[in-house]
């Protein structure tokens, strides 16, 4: 297997060549539109059955051979992030206000390398469903395409993605059973007192005292509240209030990001939370509202789909470059909507370092793909393709 990443290096040109194009043209999330065509008209050209629309802006490529009964589902993401880009790379973006800082272009890139290489050469047997997902990066696209009925058009007996890893060795491949990325939700609160002088605040009840306060109690939510054992985030990004030194205004507002790994302790964030919120402000006499949504679920990597990607990776990268069981992630990802309907696994492809070993994370104006990866990704693809097509313990 490891002959794949020399066979897949040697055409990784054309693929770092439409990455860098996808990079130029970046589209928000179900807007997709000049990136899903592409991936639709190169999936047609090498004789994939394509949707094009599912989930708005979402393409599925299916590939059959054989009488095979196995059908595998690998997906990648398509949409950019509204940040202006700063990497001062000749390929940055030309959609003002918009790039690729997550590395979106880089997944379909090596996805679509995968896909031209099965189609020509790939040894399977069995159903490929590739799946191109719009509107990852909170939008919640991989709903959508599940409710316009991805799984039941497509059925699939596992599913896998990958994400770039920066501060990970370039190239390594990172696995973890179980929980892995943490659910998201967000808090919007508004806190309303009475406005008043700065002057004279005994006339007035001022919301950001109160506010302050809350602030400061919400902390102890996650040091008191929860097992020290467990993942929980409890950030207050958005805080405000008031329009100048000495008038006390008459309400706050403020916006929470809450993240959990465990179902039970997501529940337990959000009875603090309101609970906390809604007494602290009393006690200033302030009236709370509290508008909790909750946002994607905590992501599970399924234990046999994972031994058989660990396989997979292990196989085509020998053990040094392999991370079997690595940390969770308190980022979130919509594709644990994917996995709550399909048994799979959630990857991670190290996206190595910056200048002087600096990590330059996603959802940064200075990011960038590592284009190395492109030749590395759509191996493993091809490879985990190829094992599960043809010995699967679904099959």
């Known amino acids: 297997m490891k002959l794949l990443i020399s066979e897949l290096a040697r055409r990784a040109d054309e693929f770092v060549a439409l990455r860098r194009d996808i990079h130029q043209n970046p589209e928000l999330g179900f807007n997709e539109h000049r990136t899903s065509e592409l991936v639709a008209q190169k999936l047609a050209t090498w004789g994939y059955e394509v949707e094009r629309g599912l989930g708005g802006t979402g393409v599925v490529g299916q590939l059959r051979r054989g009488d095979g009964k196995a059908r595998l589902g690998i997906r990648a993401d ?10 001062g ?8 206000g918009i790039m ?24 399977f047997c069995g159903t490929l469903n590739l799946i191109f997902q719009p509107a990852e ?16 058009k497509y059925p699939c007996d596992a599913v896998f993605a990958a ?3 920066p501060g990970l060795p370039q190239g390594y491949l990172a696995f973890r059973t179980g929980p892995t990325m943490a659910s998201s939700d967000r808090v919007m609160v508004t806190l309303s007192g ?14 950001i005292v109160a506010g302050a306060s809350i602030v400061m109690a919400l902390q102890t939510i996650v040091s008191r509240n929860v097992d020290p054992a467990l993942v929980a985030v409890v950030t207050v990004g958005m805080f405000h209030g008031g329009t100048a ?16 790994l465990d179902p039970d302790v997501r529940n337990t964030l959000e009875s603090r939370i309101t609970a906390l919120i809604r007494s602290q402000a009393e006690s200033f006499g302030v009236k709370a509202d509290i508008d909790y949504k909750r946002g994607y679920a905590v992501l599970v990597n399924s234990p046999a789909e994972t031994d058989f990607a660990r396989g997979v990776a292990l196989d085509l990268l020998g053990p040094e470059k392999v991370i079997l069981h690595g940390p969770p992630v308190s980022g979130s990802e919509d594709f644990a909507f994917m996995l709550e309907k399909c048994p799979g696994c959630y990857l991670f492809i190290g996206n190595g370092f910056g200048e002087a070993g600096s ?5 940064n104006p200075h990011y960038d793909f590592n284009d190395a990866n492109v030749a590395i990704g759509s191996a493993y693809w091809v490879g985990l393709a190829e094992k599960f097509l043809s010995d699967s313990p679904t099959a």
């Open 137 to 152: 990066e909170g939008l919640g696209g991989a709903t959508r395409m599940l409710d316009d009925g991805l799984f039941e």
């Open 78 to 87: 398509m949409d950019a992030l509204p940040i202006e880009e700063q990497s």
């Open 194 to 207: 009475v406005g008043g002088h700065g002057a004279m605040p005994h006339k007035a009840i001022d919301p």
């Open 359 to 363: 990590i330059c994370e996603v959802h």
């Open 163 to 165: 994400h770039n890893a």
């Open 100 to 123: 690729h800082a997550c590395g979106h272009d880089g997944h379909t890139a090596m996805l679509l390398a995968a896909a031209k290489y099965l189609a020509e050469e790939g040894k």
């Open 89 to 96: 790379k000749s390929y940055s973006s030309g959609n003002h």
């Open 245 to 260: 030194c000495n008038v006390i205004p008459d309400s706050v507002t403020m916006e929470l990001t809450v993240r959990a």
